[in-house]
Every structure is written in C-alpha cells, then in structure tokens.
C-alpha cells in the first residue's frame, strides 16, 4: 500500500504537528517542574504542582499517541515500513516506551502532586519528596530530541534479514544493518 502524495504530505504535516506539540509540551511541564521544586513562594510553587497534576498528562498523551498513529500511518504507507529502516524502527521504539511511561509511571503519581500542590498553597508542607519529577521532562526530552534527529539525518540504513543455516537445516532470519 502506497499512500497518494498529496495525503502523505496531510499525514506528515499532522506527524510533524503532534510532534511538536509533544515537545512543546514537555517544555512546559520542566516549566512548571521547575516552579514547583523551586519557585519564589509556596504559593507558586503549589500553583505550579496544581497545573502539572490537572492539565498536563492527557494533552501529552493524545499527541504522543497522535505522533504514534500519525507515524505508524507513514512507515506503512511509504517506501520506509516500520521495521525496514533502523531510523523508523527505532523511533518506534522510543514512542512505544515513552508511551508506556506516561501511562504507568507519569499518570499515576499525578494525583499525589496535586495534593501536595494543595499543601503548599495552604501554607503546609507537601508532604512528599518531589525531586523524582525532574526526570519526566529530562527523559522525554532527550529522547524527543533524539528522534527528531533520527527523523532528519535518517542515519543506520535499512534493517535487512538474512538467512543463516542452522545445523538441524533449518533457517534463521536475522536483523543486520546495509549501508
Ligand atoms: C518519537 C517521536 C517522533 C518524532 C519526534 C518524529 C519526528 C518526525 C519528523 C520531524 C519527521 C519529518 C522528517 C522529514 O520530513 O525529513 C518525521 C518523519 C517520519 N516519521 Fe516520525 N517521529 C516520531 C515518531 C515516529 C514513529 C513512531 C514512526 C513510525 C512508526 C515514525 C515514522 C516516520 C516516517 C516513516 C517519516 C517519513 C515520512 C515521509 O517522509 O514520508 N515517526 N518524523
């Protein structure tokens, strides 16, 4: 299946939308990590750990998940596939794990910022040790960075199985990287 190029250029625009709007995203939950860890008062730093906790997750994961389809659409409907070129497989690697993390690690403890955001804006102590939230935003980051840059330089070539005899006769296909 080979998309037209007029809808490859559509899905690619909204590809590259999405991806930016995760990144974009990203930038401002280490914002609002940074406020919240060490903003001037306790009531900005509550307010800060009030909005990561309402406002961030879902619009992260709708462009992560809209990057996702966006890209499994491309690497299907295009000369690249999913698995024949390193740079594609490895990106959806990367989007599959980011993708698990922000559903079993990020949104869970959503609930416990928010609390001790409240804390804070009342005066209280949070709590809680909150130093753990600096590696969301740092994780995501770097490997949105990395993928934007697997994106453009298109390095490592395809991914080419080749056949290799075992004793028994039968065959065994293997991954190896061809210029
Ligand atoms: C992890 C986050 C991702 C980011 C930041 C990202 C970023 C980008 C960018 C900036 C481009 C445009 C490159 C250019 O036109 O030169 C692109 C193209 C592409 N991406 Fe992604 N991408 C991501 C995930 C994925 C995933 C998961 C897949 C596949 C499953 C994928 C498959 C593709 C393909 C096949 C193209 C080339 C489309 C074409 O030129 O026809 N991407 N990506």
Redesign the pocket.
């Known amino acids: 299946m080979n998309?037209p190029p007029r809808a490859?250029k559509a899905?690619?625009t909204l590809?590259?939308l999405s991806?930016?709007a995760?990144?974009g995203i990203d930038v401002l939950v280490a914002v609002l990590v940074g406020v919240g860890l060490s903003g001037s008062s306790a009531t900005t730093r509550g307010l800060a750990l009030r909005a990561l906790a309402e406002f961030v997750v879902t619009p992260m994961l709708v462009s992560?998940l809209a990057?996702?389809a966006?890209?499994?659409v491309?690497?299907?409907a295009?000369?690249?596939?999913?698995v024949r070129?390193w740079w594609?497989?490895v990106?959806?690697v990367?989007?599959?794990v980011?993708c698990t993390l922000i559903v079993v690690a990020l949104r869970p403890g959503m609930p416990e910022v928010g609390t001790a955001g409240a804390a804070l804006e009342n005066g209280q102590a949070p709590g809680t040790d909150l130093s753990f939230l600096v590696f969301p935003p740092a994780v995501s980051l770097t490997?949105?960075a990395f993928?934007?840059l697997?994106?453009?330089y298109?390095p490592w070539g395809r991914v080419r199985r080749r056949s290799r005899k075992r004793p028994g006769g039968l065959s065994e296909a293997r991954p190896t990287v061809v210029a």
Do not use: F, P, Q
């Open positions: 998309l490859r899905v690619l590809h590259i991806a930016a995760w990144i992560a990057c996702l966006t890209g499994l491309l690497g299907l295009t000369k690249w596939g999913l070129y594609v497989a990106k959806l990367m989007n599959l980011l490997t949105l993928a934007t697997l994106a453009v298109k």
